[in-house]
Each structure stands twice: as structure tokens, then as C-alpha cells.
């Protein structure tokens, strides 16, 4: 296990400096000029000019590439553009802003989507089964930027019992883990837990319908084992597939969604990058992206890991 764990480690290594290329190649890659931000439409060429030796365009995108990654491993994301804030600063702060939301999501959406998926994976054909798998295809199906707003006019507007945008009274820094606050979470954790509960729903419904079909699920029924030991097994069985998927989910969940975060008005990495991407702002692009990029590549090592150590027959080269 120690072995596999260094292995996937080096492995890493190579997979985010690879990252890091394709985040600011496709960064530089959009039209637009990040100057233009700040520098008035009729100003002279030699201040363009200036702006673009001070913030360091002004050099071939090699030099560029290998200054920013230089500061990037130190943790210098530079600073934005069009406010001159530390990036680092404002993605830390819109990443633990989108964490909130993405666990809170990820715990209503699993759970749904687990219970639902063994209850349709064991009433195949029946009642149950139709219901959920109607449910799981509606989740998927229905675009979650018009959910958001068709809750916001349902329980905003018509009702006025939960707020519309914001996360509660303050900023971020304020934030409390009371009632006034929560509440703010409620509709945009909804919205967001719609996909992963029709996914989740989906594949463990089709995982359990695989295992009971299997010989050795007959042998334990045969041998007297109740329903509930058989189920144990079950899920055993179907852990490792099903941690795969909640691993991707969770991962695209603290992604942001930028719509999601744009309609809630929530100060997420989505609603950050929303803002950059109109103020052609590339040093919040670059390291909002890098991060969740990162984290995204580092929770994929952490689910191959849980992987193994669920089920000792996975053997990864």
C-alpha cells in the first residue's frame, strides 16, 4: 500500500506540471487583452505600453509561463488585474465559500442518491424502481440554472421565506453557522444537489441490479442469510464503483458551477471566475483554475486510494 501510495505520488507529479501548461495555455489562448481592464479606451500607446512591462505581457509567453509557474509552486498566484488584490487571497477565500456549498450538496445528493439507488436496485421492475429512476432522469435532465431560478420565484418571490442571493447578513468573514445564515444555503445546496442525486441514483441502481444477478449473491440466500447480511455484502461489493462516481461528483461540486453561483449571487470560485472571465482578468483565471484543477487531480488519487483499501482485489499497475 506504502508503495502504491508513492508511486501514485510521483505519478502526480507530471499530471499537475501538465495542468499547469494547458491553465495558461487556454488562459492566453481567449481573445481579449487583460490590459483593457484597466487602461482607458483613448489612452496613449506608451502607457498601454508601460502596463504591459509592469504586469510582465510584454515578454514571449515561455518567459511568462515559466515566471508564473515559478511563483505558483511558492504560492504567488500574483495579483488581479483589474483590482490589485492578491489572487491567492481571493481564491482561498472563494474556494472555502464553495467548499460550503459543495458539502452541504454532496451530503444531501449522496445520501438521496444512495437510498434511492439500493431501494430501485432491489425493486427492479417494480414501483419503487420506476419512481426513482424517474426521479434520477429528472436530475439530470432538467438544466440546474433553471431550477435555481425557478426556486428562487417560487420561494423568494411568491413566498418570501428564504433569501433570493448572498450567503446571510455580512460578508464571508461574517458568516455563522446559525439560522439566518443557512438559510441562505438552502435553495442554491438544492439546486446543486440535483445532478449528483440523478447520477448517484443512476449508477447504484445499475451496480446492485449487476451484483444480485450474481452467483454468489443466489449461494448466500441459499446457505439462510437474511436480507440484511446479504445486503452488507452487497454494498462491499459495490463500494468501489460507487465511491468512484461520488468521488467525481464531489470533485465537479466543489468545481463551482459558475451559472449556479451567478443566479445565487453565491462568492464562490464560480462567481469569481464569472467576474474574471467578463474583466479579462487572467492572473484570478489562472490560479482559480489551477486550484481547483489541482484539487481535482489530488482527489482523484485520494479515491484510488479508498479504492484499494475497500477492496484489496484491485490491483493498479
Known sequence: MLLYLIRRLVYTIPIALGVTLVVFSLVHLAPGDPISAIAPADAPPEVVERL???YGYDKPLPIQYGIWLGRAIVGDLGASVATGERVAAQVMVAVSNTFMLAVAAALLGFSLGLLLGFIAGYSQGGALDRLATGVAVTGISVPHYWLGMVLVIIFSVELGVLPAMGMGEGSSAEWKWDWLH???MVLPV???????????????RATVADILSQEYVQALRAK?????????HVAKNAAPTVLAVLGLQFGYLLGGSILIETVFSWPGTGFLLNNAIFRRDIPVLQGTILVLALFFVLLNMLVD?????IDPRIKRS
Not at 305 to 309: D, E, F, K, N, P
Open 190 to 204: 438544492i439546486t446543486l444537489s440535483v445532478i449528483p442525486l440523478g447520477i448517484v441514483t443512476r449508477t447504484v
Open 182 to 184: 443557512m438559510r441562505s
Open 305 to 309: 486510494l479508498m479504492q484499494t483499501a
Open 52 to 54: 504591459k512591462k509592469d
Open 224 to 232: 439462510g442469510l437474511g436480507d440484511r447480511r446479504v445486503l452488507v
